[in-house]
């Protein structure tokens, strides 16, 4: 298991058929996920393609993540939370000016990206919006007004993805005081070559079974 420490990030190489299990060690924590493919860079994992194609705002096990190309990135298999976000963009020195009202910000989870990922040759203008692990978005139905609430996410539960190609992930533990309820914690990781031995999740969140299957291991 890796660690990523309070608003910092992480990039590493994930296989096709592997597994990736985020958990919040002490709760309320969120983690900005993003991925590209590993054969392309110019690939990457896309919020607008994967909420249409499941047509609803909040994904879960079950759900598919899809690239910008339409093609399968992640499934995910296992969700111990239940909400997440696919909304937001990375927080951001400019989120912290222009929402927080610093005069004077320090970074945020798109700087910490552009940090891990900028070895891999992924510049600072190709990092799209993240899946939020943890997350926690309200949405008002009739006036579309968002809200940012604490996560629901408590100690130790984790989301589990199974990947549907080579690619390259970026994660952080978060740096946005509200998405965090004003406390920042640490984020765990893991790459994982199979899904034995990883607890079913608990309430209504499961393990996933595919109609098509996942992928060859």
């Known amino acids: 298991m890796q ?3 309070p608003k910092s990030g992480a990039a590493f190489l994930i296989k096709a058929g592997q597994y990736l299990k985020v958990t919040d060690p002490e709760g309320e924590q969120v983690s900005d996920m993003v991925a590209f493919a590993a054969a392309d860079t110019g690939e990457f994992l896309s919020s607008g393609r994967s ?34 976000d696919f909304t937001l963009t990375p927080c951001s020195k400019d989120t912290f000016r222009i929402i927080y ?6 970074g945020g989870c798109q700087e910490n990206l552009e940090r891990v990922l900028k ?5 600072p203008d190709r990092i799209p919006i993240a ?4 997350m926690n978005v309200a949405v008002d139905g009739d006036s579309g007004e968002i809200k940012v609430l604490p996560p629901l996410s408590r100690p130790g539960n ?12 970026g994660l952080t533990s978060c740096s946005a005081g509200q998405s965090n309820n004003f406390r920042y914690k640490p984020i765990d990781y893991e790459v994982l070559p199979d899904f034995a031995g990883l607890p079913h999740a608990a ?4 393990q996933a079974t595919f109609a098509d299957g996942l992928p060859d291991q």
């Open 203 to 206: 309430g209504g969140a499961r």
């Open 101 to 106: 009202g610093e005069e004077s910000p320090s």
């Open 131 to 134: 899946f939020n692990c943890f």
């Open 119 to 123: 070895p891999w040759g992924i510049s």
């Open 158 to 169: 984790s989301i589990v993805f199974r990947a549907r190609m080579d690619m390259i992930v």
């Open 51 to 84: 909420l249409d194609y499941a047509s609803r705002l909040y994904l879960t096990t079950g759900d598919r993540l899809y690239s910008n190309r339409s093609r399968e990135m992640f499934d995910i298999v296992a969700d111990e939370v239940g909400r997440h």
């Open 3 to 5: 660690r990523i420490p």
